[in-house]
Structure formats: structure tokens, C-alpha cells
């Protein structure tokens, strides 16, 4: 029998995800990070990207996530994010809308602008697309 651990992924508006997960991939403050059954307890904020929850080793749920906390314990994984989407309900249109404005107040040099925002914005739009894209690279 294969060994599991019980995720759970929240943002501010809803629960995204409750179940038993083989493996969780998540994108922590100091690089991407692999949790398994037993991990050792953890916990460190996340960056903007793509969480993977593997549940079996043919079905996987990638959601993308704007920053957060990340919370392990050995049988229970908790990601506490400011906003979650399925990956399957990322609105393609709009993240590259996202990215072409942060794009233009960041090329705007006149404006006064807070530049800070704009390229957390960028940085947010374009890891929508990246994890977008890899959805649809592993068939979804």
C-alpha cells in the first residue's frame, strides 16, 4: 500500500483542495520543494507558482498560487495561499492582459507609479501562464 499524506489548500475566499496526496510540489521561499509521507515539520512562506499535488502515479492536480504559507507536518500538509486556482480554471485571457499592463507601467519610466507592484504583478501573470502551460503539457 502506498503511503499518503493528507493536504489541504485554502486561500482567502475557499477551500481548493482536501485529500490524501503521494507526493506535494510546492514553490517555497528559498526554491521548489518536495514533500513525501513523514516529512519533517516545516514552515516557510511560498512564492507565487504552481503547486502540484500528486495523488497516484498517473493523476496529478496542478494549482497555481499567488504566495502564502506552507505548513508540514508528517501526515498533514497545510498551504495557506492569498489566492489558488485550478490550473484547469486559469483564465488565460486575462493573465496575459495582466502581463502586457505590468509590462507597460514598468516600461513607462515618467510614471510615478509604484514600480514594486507592477513587477509583482508581472511575476504573478507570468507564472499563471507558465503553470497553464505546463497543464496542458501533461495532457489536461
Known amino acids: 500500500m502506498t503511503m499518503t499524506v493528507h493536504v489541504d489548500i485554502v486561500s482567502a475566499e475557499k477551500e481548493i483542495f482536501s485529500g490524501l496526496a ?43 498560487i499567488s504566495g502564502g504559507l506552507l505548513e508540514i507536518q508528517p501526515h498533514v500538509v497545510t498551504i495557506l495561499a492569498d489566492t489558488a486556482i485550478r490550473a484547469k480554471d486559469i483564465d488565460e485571457a486575462a493573465a496575459i492582459q495582466a502581463k502586457q499592463r ?36 501533461r495532457g489536461g
Open 22 to 64: 503521494e507526493m506535494v510540489f510546492a514553490p517555497a521561499e528559498l526554491g521548489e520543494i518536495g514533500i513525501s509521507p513523514r516529512h519533517a515539520p516545516l514552515i516557510t512562506k511560498l512564492n507565487p507558482g504552481e503547486v502540484r499535488v500528486k495523488v497516484s502515479n498517473t493523476e496529478s492536480y496542478p494549482f497555481f
Open 102 to 137: 505590468a509590462e507597460e507601467i514598468l516600461a513607462d519610466k515618467t510614471s510615478r507609479l509604484d514600480y514594486a507592484s507592477a513587477e509583482k504583478q508581472l511575476f504573478q501573470a507570468i507564472m499563471q501562464l507558465r503553470t497553464l502551460e505546463r497543464f496542458r503539457k
